[in-house]
């Protein structure tokens, strides 16, 4: 399993930007997943954004995000997941990744996600400054 987020950048406080994550697996029919987003700022702890699920596309925020952030599924793809960040703010600034885990549904709320992920990918930059 291969996961690969883009989308990343500079933009203004206020701005948007949306990220993409491909999640490159092969599953069979059955396989239900949650796949989400966290993200890392510099000297802090990684951070649970959002989740979703396969399963019934239920969908998962910390309460950081709740209003601002719009994570969906690539139907186009098997497994894609985007995440729609708007009203960004100087705070919002770090590292992005998306995260996969396979055989279980999202979890109630985004704390302790982090425990339970199964792949990672490679993170993309978000800077919001003017």
């Known amino acids: 399993v291969q996961l690969q987020a883009s989308g990343g950048g500079l933009v203004q406080p206020g701005g948007s930007l949306r990220l993409s994550c491909a999640a490159y697996?092969?599953?069979?029919?059955?396989?239900?997943?949650?796949i989400g987003w966290f993200r890392q700022a510099p000297g802090k702890e990684r951070e649970g954004l959002s989740c979703?699920?396969?399963?019934?596309?239920?969908?998962?925020y910390a309460d950081s995000v709740k209003g601002r952030f719009t994570i969906s599924r690539d139907n186009t793809k098997n497994t894609g997941v985007y995440l729609q960040m708007s009203s960004l703010k100087p705070e919002d600034t770090a590292v992005y990744y998306c995260?996969?885990?396979?055989?279980?549904?999202?979890?109630?709320?985004?704390?302790?996600?982090?425990?339970?992920?199964?792949?990672w990918g490679k993170g993309t930059q978000v800077t919001v400054s003017s």
């Open positions: 995260a996969l885990d396979i055989e279980r549904l999202c979890p109630k709320t985004m704390t302790g996600w982090y425990y339970a992920v199964d792949y």
């Open positions: 697996a092969t599953f069979n029919r059955d396989t239900h997943y949650a």
């Open positions: 979703i699920s396969s399963v019934d596309g239920v969908t998962v």
